[in-house]
């Protein structure tokens, strides 16, 4: 069975006691952001996700979305539970309230999407790009364009999409060949094919804002001249009203590996109207604001299914009798103690727990960063904490959709026979889980990005703003006695990655192929390193408080401490690992020729 | 014939130039110009230009007491003073009439066997010479120097038909030894050389550009880093110039060359830059000129001119597609076929295939060719070794298809594979009778290229290479970019002495780079302090300080060879050596408190014990206050200085340290003094020095804390010479106890360990990297 309650404790930990996220609440703007604020919206989000959900996300990847004639359905239930989430405004959570948004915090939106993505990653896609497709306009839009279609996204009435694959080209935008001709008027003609397009066409919403990259006439060759152009799936008339159907359509859906409740489609733009957004032949950079947002909302997802994993198989693992304990003194008259009691199983479980408890701190801190980056009043603390969320926006995307990976097919092996077969939705979670390694720019690209592009950036000065509060955390507290085993295991691991990346830096100058035959080996250290120091943050604030009260928090803290423990015994060692890897480079890789293959 | 006076007549830019410069090979010069109508004072033209020069920006004088040398005087009164000159230069304006009365004035008065020489650019040594006594022409030659005198290394020579030998021999030995020029000898022919070539090159530009379809900035976008052309291009070579001079220089060209010279064709003067000039913008020296910049606003914004409507808008500094793509390649460049590569091809095309058309009229060499445009134009290189680059097969090639005449010395080139080739390790060009002739070094020239192109070397790595340049020396080469200094050139540095100790007598530190070393590789440094690697960092400094320890005291001697910038720890690298031979141009200095950072790889110690111990290693009188001040100056203002002249002042070059005026012979005269000092050598002990500690730290900060109040010092460095006046005061110490040198390398890398963990001295690295510019904070 698919289990999952928000683990509200958790992020609440998260949120004010580790991250101290009373702070947003006094940037300019978000006034309202107090604890209680934030409390009384999680405890709703999760009621809305675990009852009405949840219950969808079995029906959903069963019944999947139909094509007929160019019309696509959602599975049965989905349209409601729609028409409830907009409506209850879940979607404009963080939106700007000039456009009908509600004007909180990015980081609550954050916590959002983690909830419905545990109990619905198929219903969650369309929220994610229609969030992103906002963020774009709000930040590259015309005033006239924000005024007609930021409101409607806000409510939930339109739904956005972003379409830049071809069947030809996904990763390699410079070679796309939809085309935009002008046509007067600051009005586009847009033509080409576009595939792989989440949320292209469904039932869900009245119109459809695609976001199209395609080339001018006059374009340069590559990316630079790409332009980036909306396109609405019907014309919005001169009053706001909706006219007549544009010129574009959905040839088909995909069949695919999972997240069956969300469409996956072929657009063919026929003439279709569309307006430019950014300047021309800069399109490609307008597109990566909503990129960025959306990386982070897959990296979420990943998260997400791992914590669903966790709490599934943990029950299952509780219920389930199999063999009796090994443990000394163990001895119970049941026949058979609960699978839980058997070492391997238990690793598994703290395996995903670890993980997702220390890759929620990461995510919530970059949310914490991406607020401050927005809503600081002081330009260098804006432009800092932007950095850091560039930083880790390839290691969020990829790191916490490969770990949250991981940590369903570790369900499935938790449930043996019993998570291979349909009933208990464990293959379902690993078939949803799949997608988020791939789409966005698959993991491979994230590690090339954080090597090539975010590593370099002004002389590591976006390094800067991890390693040195992690250092100095390290050398404020590797002396506790109380913190001792979590932090040295951290301070040497987090050595190994400054001397990882100084390779990385020094080699790739003279040989790019040498950075990126490590990049994906390097973004897993140092997820690993980075998941570290949130856990040896959140250790230091669970220390101060795990006393005696054995049931109440005191308990809750302790296990903090103990899964801190665990992470830095268990799950950190793998960096060392990954170091000798990234220290042989390319040598081993390099040494075939391709007809060798 | 020894020349130990000059005197040069006409004080213009060219004139007072050329006497600065005689001045800064240590010799004494008289000035003269005439006395103008009103005059004040009736030697006020030479005593004005003497001012300006003082003034000049780049320095004219390696320094300032250069300028007592120059004596100044007018011909009326003064004329006398030519008598005891060996060599007088006429520089003034380019009349015939004017220069011969000149030269009857000088032949009244001047001494047997002196030499005379004129700077003329336009007017043929034959014409100068015509009816002027037999025994005058003997004496007399052309000297054709470029602006500024200091700077621009050629010097074009030019004999007539009755010079003596002696006299061209003479000038051009003490051109090429005391004024440190690249000679080369020219025939009579308009223009000479470089300028011939240089302005067929601009008029070609201005007749493409004026067609309209590149814009002046994406022209000179086009002639640059892929065609080796330095970064002004060509409508900002003019800007530099002065575009008044275009149609002077053009003309006498135009009048100058044979009927059927391309020239005559391609001149020609557009409605728009007549109109420049007669609203005077000439460029850098007017009010503008094709570029201008726009105070109106403030801020000075850089402007450009529209060549079809003469507007000017704001500057865009674009990179050209073609550019972009071409990076280095002027072939790829040529190829891309977009504007502006039409562009560069038109310009670039017509040019090379003018100078293959002028051999042998202009030279029977091409080397001579490229030495003259590489010198006199800073083309990095030139045209015969770009048509090598860009392949004489496919220059040719393209050339006939388009239908246009192939130079039949091109289609010889074409034919044996290139203008050069190198046949058992030496250069040699092309002959026109299709033979190939090693390229010749004159005696005491030694260039570490020719030895390269002979064979491997000792060790090498991506920053550094060990060479063997004979008789038993060995050469360490920097190669990393601007020389800057990383753990692969400490690491060639420590692989070195181990070589040189065991198979060599002597290492010389040298490289033929436009600058010796511009210091630690700062992004190297910025990045270990992002990612907060303090460990590896330190460990960076550590090792810094052991192998320039290691030069010191290595048991053979190291002698540095600097040429153009030794900052930080290319400063630092010539301090551990035993001597120092140093191109005049040297620009020597320790300005890691620009970066928020002090000298760290013993600078500071080197300060201190040369200043403080004489050569046995005893301690010198007089206190070290005095010595720790002047340090505390020097290094605390990251003194540059502006030639060797000045490095000896400013204490980065001892009285026994020499200076090579020549480029092209510094590392042969590096040489030879290693060898001097291979005779018997003996490795420097360490030494001991006492310093005063904290209170003589509490004194320097006194002063400092004063010029922060007149906010002559930020707050920031304040902190950076406080950790300065540690290291320099000797720390935790007093006068009675003794300081090693150790002790010293410790109080450095404790200074900079606090400082890199500053984030204001991060802001400046930042700055640095990011602008090139030092950050106020």
Redesign the interface.
């Known amino acids: 069975m698919q289990i999952y309650k928000a683990p509200l404790r958790d992020m609440r930990f998260v949120i004010h006691e580790t991250l101290d996220a009373e702070q947003l609440s006094k940037l300019p703007g978000y006034e309202e952001a107090t604890p209680d604020t934030i409390d009384a919206i999680l405890e709703e989000g999760a009621k809305f996700c675990e009852d009405k959900l949840l219950p969808l996300n079995r029906v959903g990847d069963e019944a999947g979305c139909t094509y007929e004639n160019g019309v696509v359905r959602t599975p049965p239930g989905f349209k409601q539970a729609y028409d409830e989430f907009v409506g209850a405004g879940w979607l404009s959570i963080s939106s700007d309230p000039k456009y009908g948004g509600q004007g909180l915090p990015a980081l609550m939106n954050f916590v959002i999407e983690e909830m419905v993505c545990s109990t619905n990653l198929a219903f969650g896609v369309c929220p994610l790009l229609s969030g992103g497709a906002a963020a774009l306009i709000a930040r590259h839009g015309s005033e006239a364009i924000k005024d007609t279609y930021l409101p409607h996204l806000a409510d939930g009435s339109w739904s956005g999409t972003m379409c830049l694959t071809e069947s030809h080209c996904g990763t390699d935008l410079g070679l796309i060949h939809t085309k935009a001709a002008p046509a007067g008027d600051g009005v586009y003609r847009i033509s080409g094919s576009k595939m792989f397009i989440s949320a292209g066409e469904h039932d869900l919403a009245e119109n459809i804002i695609h976001l199209v990259l395609a080339k001018l006439p006059d374009a ?2 590559g990316v630079r001249g790409i332009s980036l152009f909306l396109v609405p799936k019907i014309n919005v008339k001169a009053d706001g009203e909706l006219g007549p159907r544009n010129g574009v359509s959905c040839g088909s859906i995909e069949k695919k590996m999972g997240i069956h409740g969300s469409a996956t489609c072929v657009l063919n733009f026929d003439e279709a109207e569309g307006y430019l957004i950014g300047e021309a032949h800069k399109g490609l950079r307008c597109m990566f604001t909503m990129m960025n947002g959306a990386r982070l909302g897959v990296g979420m997802q990943g998260l997400a299914l791992g914590e669903t994993a966790y709490q599934s198989a943990t029950a299952y693992a509780k219920e389930r009798r199999s063999g009796k304990s090994l443990a000394k003194g163990a001895k119970s008259a049941d026949k058979a103690d609960p699978i839980i009691v058997h070492p391997d199983v238990r690793n598994m479980l703290l395996t995903q727990r670890a993980h997702n408890e220390g890759a929620r701190a990461l995510a919530y801190w970059t949310a914490l960063n991406l607020d401050i980056s927005t809503h600081h009043p002081d330009a260098e603390t804006r432009r800092d904490a932007d950095e850091l969320v560039q930083l880790m926006t390839p290691i969020i995307k990829a790191f916490l959709t490969d770990r949250g990976f991981e940590a369903t097919n570790l369900a499935v092996q938790v449930h043996g026979g019993h998570g291979y077969i349909a009933e208990h939705g464990m293959e379902q979670l690993v078939r949803d889980a799949r997608i988020a390694q791939l789409y966005e720019g698959a993991n491979g690209i994230q590690a090339l990005d954080l090597v090539g592009r975010k590593l370099g950036q ?4 976006l ?2 703003h991890f ?2 509060p ?3 955390f390290v050398a404020a507290h590797q002396d506790d006695e109380t913190l001792k085993e979590i932090v040295l295991p951290l301070a040497k691991a987090l ?1 190994k990655l ?2 990882a ?2 390779v990385i ?2 080699k790739g100058l ?1 040989d790019p192929e040498e950075a990126a035959a490590v990049a994906t080996d390097y973004l897993k250290m140092f997820g690993l390193v980075a998941v570290g120091y949130m856990w040896a943050m959140m250790a230091e604030k669970a220390a101060a408080k795990a006393n005696g009260d054995a049931d109440g928090d005191g308990r809750y803290y302790a296990n903090k401490l103990k899964t801190a423990r665990f992470y830095m015994y268990k799950l950190l060692p793998e960096s060392a690992a990954l170091f000798l890897r990234i220290m042989t480079g390319k040598a081993a890789i390099a040494q075939y020729d391709d007809e060798d293959f | 014939m020894a020349i130990d006076k000059v005197a040069v007549i006409g004080a213009g830019l060219m004139g007072s130039g050329i006497a600065a410069h005689v001045a800064n090979a240590g010799i004494d010069v008289v000035l003269l110009d005439i006395v103008p109508e009103g005059a004040k004072k009736r030697s006020e033209l030479a005593l004005g230009a003497v001012e300006r020069m003082l003034k000049a920006e780049p320095a004219a004088f390696m320094e300032k007491r250069g300028a007592k040398r120059v004596a100044c005087g007018n011909i009326e009164d003064d004329l006398a003073l030519l008598a005891e000159a060996d060599w007088i230069v006429e520089a003034v304006i380019e009349r015939l009439d004017i220069k011969q009365a000149i030269y009857r004035m000088i032949d009244g008065v001047r001494k047997d066997g002196s030499i005379v020489s004129s700077n003329t650019s336009t007017i043929p040594c034959r014409e100068l010479m015509a009816g002027m006594e037999e025994s005058f022409q003997r004496d007399f030659l052309i000297t054709h120097f470029f602006n500024p005198p200091r700077y621009m290394r050629l010097l074009e020579i030019v004999s007539g038909d009755r010079t003596r030998a002696e006299a061209v021999a003479t000038i051009s030995d003490f051109a090429d030894r005391e004024l440190g020029k690249g000679v080369v000898v020219c025939k009579d022919t308009p223009g000479f050389i470089a300028n011939r070539i240089g302005t067929f090159w601009i008029q070609a530009a201005v007749v493409e550009a004026f067609k309209g379809d590149v814009t002046v900035e994406q022209a000179d976008a086009a002639i640059g880093r892929a065609l080796g052309i330095p970064k002004t291009g060509i409508f900002g070579l003019m800007d530099l110039v002065g575009i008044d001079l275009m149609p002077l220089v053009g003309k006498s060209l135009y009048d100058a060359v044979p009927s059927s010279d391309a020239y005559r064709a391609l001149y020609g003067e557009p409605e728009l830059i007549k109109k420049m000039i007669a609203d005077g913008s000439i460029g850098r020296k007017g009010k503008g000129g094709f570029y201008r910049l726009n105070k109106d606003g403030g801020t000075p914004v850089k402007e450009v001119i529209d060549l079809a409507t003469g507007e000017y808008s704001t500057a865009l500094r674009p990179t050209p ?1 073609s550019v972009r793509a071409a990076g280095s390649s002027p072939r790829a460049l040529f190829e891309h076929g977009d504007a502006v590569s039409n562009f560069a091809w038109q310009v670039m095309s017509a040019t090379l295939t003018y100078a293959a058309d002028l051999i042998p009229e202009i030279a029977d060499n091409v080397a001579d060719v490229d030495d003259a445009m590489k010198l006199g134009y800073a083309w990095k290189q030139g045209p015969f070794e770009l048509i090598d680059k860009i392949g004489a097969a496919w220059l040719a090639e393209r050339l006939a298809v388009e239908g246009r005449d192939v130079p039949e010395f091109l289609k010889l080139a074409a034919d044996k594979g290139g203008f050069y080739r190198v046949a058992e390790g030496r250069l040699q060009y092309l002959a026109t009778d299709g033979g190939y002739v090693t390229v010749a070094r004159a005696p005491g020239v030694l260039l570490l290229a020719d030895v390269k192109r002979a064979g491997a070397p000792i060790h090498g790595n ?1 920053s550094a290479s060990l060479w063997d340049i004979g008789d038993g020396v060995a050469c360490l080469e920097f190669h990393s970019k601007m020389n800057a200094i990383d753990p692969d050139t400490l690491a060639m540095i420590g692989q070195s002495v181990a070589a040189v100790g065991k198979d060599y007598k002597a290492l010389v530190l040298h490289n033929e780079g436009s600058n010796y070393s511009v210091g630690v590789n700062l ?2 440094a ?11 960092m330190e460990d960076m400094v550590k090792q810094g300080q052991d192998a320039f320890k290691a030069l010191k005291f290595a048991p053979f001697p190291v002698v540095g060879a600097p040429s153009g910038m030794a900052l930080g720890g290319g400063c630092e690298s010539l301090l551990h050596c035993d001597a120092v031979q140093a191109h005049a141009e040297s620009y020597v200095g320790l300005v890691e408190v620009g970066v928020g950072l002090i000298p760290g790889w013993g600078g500071c110690k080197e300060m201190l014990v040369r200043g403080l111990t004489d050569k046995r290693g005893g301690i010198l009188g007089g206190g070290a206050m005095p010595v720790i001040s002047k340090l505390f100056q020097t290094i605390g203002l990251a003194k540059v200085s502006r030639s060797a002249a000045q490095a000896f002042e400013m204490g980065y070059l001892r009285d026994t340290d020499r200076v090579t005026a020549n480029r092209d012979r510094l590392l042969a005269d590096a040489k030879a003094r290693a060898l001097e000092l291979a005779e018997n050598y003996r490795a420097p002990e360490p030494r001991e020095i006492n310093l005063p500690g904290k209170s003589a730290r509490v004194a320097l900060m006194m002063a400092v804390r004063g010029l922060a109040k007149t906010r002559k010092a930020t707050k920031h460095d304040i902190t950076v010479v406080d950790q300065l006046g540690i290291v320099l005061t000797g720390g935790k110490t007093d006068s009675t106890d003794a300081v090693s040198e150790d002790d010293l390398s410790a109080l450095e890398r404790r200074a900079l360990a606090t400082l890199a963990r500053n984030p204001l001295t ?1 802001a400046r690295l ?1 700055h640095m ?2 602008t090139g510019k030092p950050l106020r904070n």
């Open positions: 340069p060759e002004n002389t590591g000065r390094l800067r390693f040195h992690a250092t100095e050595g400054q001397q990346t100084l830096a020094q003279g | 597609d991506g992004g190297l910025l990045f270990a302090i992002n990612l907060a690697a303090w460990p590896m991060i930042e990297l990011e």
